[in-house]
């Protein structure tokens, strides 16, 4: 049987029977020819040839005698639509890192930023833009390999309203965020996100945030959510999220699902459970999930809420007073209500901490090591290392926790209404965050998804973990022309070798790149070329529905 009649004999989906199957008077951009197309849909894959032309995907089919100006062969390789991390931070790595290598080496061909802080709003003067459509025209002028969408940050315009203080939203308050709200929209925002975790963010209500929510949903816009609490309270915190979905009307993406206490693993079921209810109620509730049982925030977080008042410094003075550490110390041992405590989280372990970055010479060898193996070198006290080692490092360690189980992980990740977002970061071992020992999803995440959790736990089929990576994160945010190989929608592809792709990264070696992803395509051009960054820079800003085009 020859290929042409083979391709004839095959079952096809959707979006092949919209193609005839003998294309041969038609001329292309680029054919990725002879691969498996899995085309996002959650359909099985099928061979066929696959034709791009001015950017966008032209036809699938026959497309062995077309004429094209260059041809990608992917005979034994999976040809799928470019994965969309739903949840990325690169909003200030992708300035000095454009090529976005880790990402992009893993299949990434769009990140969508901004959680609870945003690249706008921001005052004159700090960056050379003061909106997040201005930071989205910086970008495009700029250039940058994979493209990008943003939600505005909930927490970037309480700071940019209210500073660091902590106190209440006035009515004054709330009315000047939904303005920044709709300015953010009307600049592309794809919606509001939260992160609620720490002050002075965590200071707005459920009330206020189903105010600012319906401000984004006028816009045609999702509420994207890092919860209040992801131990204790986490069935208080999802409630919460659902509750601000009803109240505004609105989807809801909770970030990385997760129970983050080990007192508390196992009943991820539970939390399912919830969010399946409001579901069947009618309400649009979704998550996403890493494949990592580990987060990342910073050593500060341990630190009790109120002593975040004023901000970073205002910390710093209280860290100097032996009578603020007495009741700092009071609180992080026995914990606070309605907070969520990284030290009780972890079961009071130092060792489930991890160092990232540490700039004090005094400090520096212990970036990649324990926080148990700082403290055992310094001696005494083991808070009191604590405190000291945030005065000695201006009150910043980016630390990774290890917090979670992988069974309540897997338990997330193969419930129907979860995608997939990285929580990383677009960058390099050769860049300049190359010292330091970030999380391993800024390299991994989709790899390692396709790799130990689709090929060896089967925990899903490859198809479906394809669509959790392309079309359920293009629909959660009313992307309507991407994720999908679908004629007429643009051409973001990811070619990869489902026996061979997986992760390297590890929290020992973080800066490894995924393997078993040859090829890469954004928007029409080649970025990845046979494992070989080509320098190409097409990447586009997608904005949301609300935008509008500045005169």
Known sequence: MNRRTLLRSLPLTPALLAQPVSLAQESFDLVIANGTVIDGSGSPGQRADVGIRGGKFAAVGDLSQAARKQTIEAKGLIVAPGFIDMHNHSDDTL??????ESMIRQGVTTMVLGEGGSAGPVKPGEKP?????????????????????????????????KGFAIQP???????????????????????LATSLLMPPSSLITTAQLIELAKVA???????????????????????EAIDIGKGAGIRVDCIHLKIAD????????EVIAMIRKARE?????????????????????????????????KMLERLRDPAMRARMRKDIENGLPNWYNHYLAVGKDWNAMLLVTLKNPKNKPFTGKRMAELIKARGGDPIDVFFDVLLEEGGSVGTVYFHHSEKDMVFAMK???????????????????????PHPRSYGTFARVLGRYVREQKVITLPEAIKKMTTMNAAKINIADRGQIKVGYWADVAVFDADKISDKADFVNPHQYAVGVPYVVVNGQVVLDNGKHTNAMPGKVVRGPGYRKRA
């Open 95 to 100: 300035l000095d890192e454009p090529r976005c």
């Open 415 to 437: 419930q129907p209404f979860t995608s997939i977002g990285s929580d990383g970061s677009a960058m390099s071992p050769e860049g300049p965050r190359g010292q330091s020992k």
């Open 169 to 191: 939203a006035t009515a004054a308050d709330m009315e000047a965020m939904k303005k920044e709200v709709a300015t953010a929209m009307e600049g592309g925002a794809m919606g």
């Open 129 to 161: 833009w003061t909106t997040l459509g201005g930071y989205f025209d910086y970008v495009e002028k700029k250039g940058v390999s994979a493209n990008i969408a943003s939600y505005v940050g909930q927490t970037q315009i309480w700071t940019h309203v």
């Open 262 to 269: 080990q007192k508390f693993w196992g009943q991820m079921p």
């Open 281 to 313: 109620q009618g309400h649009d509730i979704q998550a996403h999930v890493y494949p990592y049982t580990a987060g990342q925030n910073n050593l500060r977080a341990i630190i009790p809420p109120w002593a975040h008042d004023g901000g970073n410094a």
């Open 217 to 239: 949903k006028r816009y045609g816009g999702i509420y994207s959510t890092h919860t209040r609490d992801e131990g204790a309270g986490v069935f208080r915190s999802i409630q």
